[in-house]
T-cell receptor, first 110, second 116 residues
Framework: DAKTTQPPSMDCAEGRAANLPCNHSTISGNEYVYWYRQIHSQGPQYIIHGLKNNETNEMASLIITEDRKSSTLILPHATLRDTAVYYC???????????FGSGTQLTVLP | GAVVSQHPSWVICKSGTSVKIECRSLDFQATTMFWYRQFPKQSLMLMAT?????????EQGVEKDKFLINHASLTLSTLTVTSAHPEDSSFYIC????????????FGSGTQLSVL
């Protein structure tokens, strides 16, 4: 699976949009981009995934660049409960290959 | 969304005893479940893949005789930490895959194991 690079930490003001970047320059054509988040002492939570088109659901939006070498997860109106470690993962679909990197610690500030 | 229940959420045990952790998919059938371990301030590390009706597949460096996995039904997988020692203290998390290609993972809430 392709490796991902994320900033170790980010802050965001409550109510503002949180934009979390992820680089995956070695992504291959059949690999999807997945985002999960983990609130302290809980299991990870699925957020969103995409292949090459931008995606939106009730939790977030996923913007994937045209060359697919990077993506951005957008939380449109961050709340204090969005404070968590966010993991960007790329893989081809076999869940066994899901590898968690170090993620980005997002802290939403009041 | 799909629900994966993990029990217990925390357990304290004496060194040398065995501890069993259960992982259930509540509203879907999961032919494959996964077990992860997470140390403080570190990311999740895949330990093993649990396959219903067959032997689990362990990642390199994970002792299969120490971490016994049983996946006897489509909704239940168990991880037993045998002869636990203090270095086995960790946060253990299970997950089950759901989706047309089985790619979307849903996670349990985790089990914090403390071995005294």
């Amino acid at each position: 699976d392709a490796k991902t690079t994320q900033p170790p930490s980010m802050d965001c003001a409550e109510g503002r949009a949180a934009n979390l970047p992820c680089n995956h320059s070695t992504i291959s054509g059949n690999e999807y981009v997945y985002w999960y988040r983990q609130i302290h002492s809980q299991g990870p939570q699925y957020i969103i995934h995409g292949l090459k088109n931008n995606e939106t659901n009730e939790m977030a939006s996923l913007i994937i660049t045209e060359d697919r070498k990077s993506s951005t997860l957008i939380l449109p109106h961050a709340t204090l409960r969005d404070t968590a470690v966010y993991y960007c993962i790329v893989h081809s679909g076999s869940a066994r290959q899901l590898t968690f990197g170090s993620g980005t610690q997002l802290t939403v500030l009041p | 969304g799909a629900v994966v229940s993990q029990h217990p959420s925390w357990v304290i045990c004496k060194s040398g005893t065995s501890v069993k952790i259960e992982c259930r998919s509540l509203d879907f059938q999961a032919t494959t479940m996964f077990w992860y371990r997470q140390f403080p301030k570190q990311s999740l590390m895949l330990m093993a893949t649990s396959n219903e009706g067959s032997k689990a597949t362990y990642e390199q460096g994970v002792e299969k005789d120490k971490f016994l996995i049983n996946h006897a039904s489509l909704t239940l997988s168990t991880l037993t930490v045998t002869s636990a020692h203090p270095e086995d203290s960790s946060f253990y998390i299970c997950s089950a895959s759901k989706g047309r290609r089985g790619e979307k993972l849903f996670f349990g809430s985790g089990t914090q194991l403390s071995v005294l």
